[in-house]
């Protein structure tokens, strides 16, 4: 899978200069780069059907390396002060400080709001060192289910989580889409975990 752009909305204090965060940014990128369709392919290849795509079983393939290979802990809930059971995220990485958070989207353009208010809060309260959330843009969006959240709907808030006092930590948005497109590959199951795509 290929990554097209990576927006910085928050980026404050020291750790963008730590030797953890270069780790964690290379790790992602890896674990991103690292999804491919069809199996035994060596890019992410997509039938273009439209809306005839899911999209759980892409980020599957892309949890497995994160866990697997580099020891991201997947599903797990994080500690906001002031805000009862925030819900889990896809995974964290524990730092020498606090944990760092990843998400991947696969729901509508509200649950990417949802990933990167939690994110925020999590910054503002300092319980978290910071996060990532991956979602495709609108070159692979018409393949995939139906009204999934991608970068280009969500490009005119950014400027509402830039402007937040945060004191220390990052957020960034990982815009992704397909090496290429073939008629002849299989559809990506919907509804179901489906294969990991690693």
Known sequence: MKIVHEEILI???????????????????????????????DKF??????KGNGVKPIKNG???????????EAEKSIFIRDVKRPGNVDAIRLTSTKPFVFEWETGNISSSHRALNKIALGLLRET????????????IYPYLTDRIGN????????????SMPIKQGIMIIIAVEHDDIDTSVPLIQKGTDGRALV
């Open 128 to 139: 978290i060192s910071g996060g990532v959330l991956v979602l495709p843009t609108r070159n």
């Open 45 to 50: 290849i997509i039938n273009p059907v439209r």
């Open 62 to 72: 892309c949890m497995i390396v994160l866990r697997d290979k580099f020891g991201w």
């Open 11 to 41: 980026s404050a204090g020291e750790f963008e200069a730590t030797e953890e965060w270069l780790d964690i940014r290379t790790e992602i990128r890896e674990a991103v780069s690292s999804v491919v369709w069809p199996e035994g392919s």
């Open 151 to 162: 970068y280009e709907e969500l490009q005119p808030y950014f400027q509402t989580w830039k």
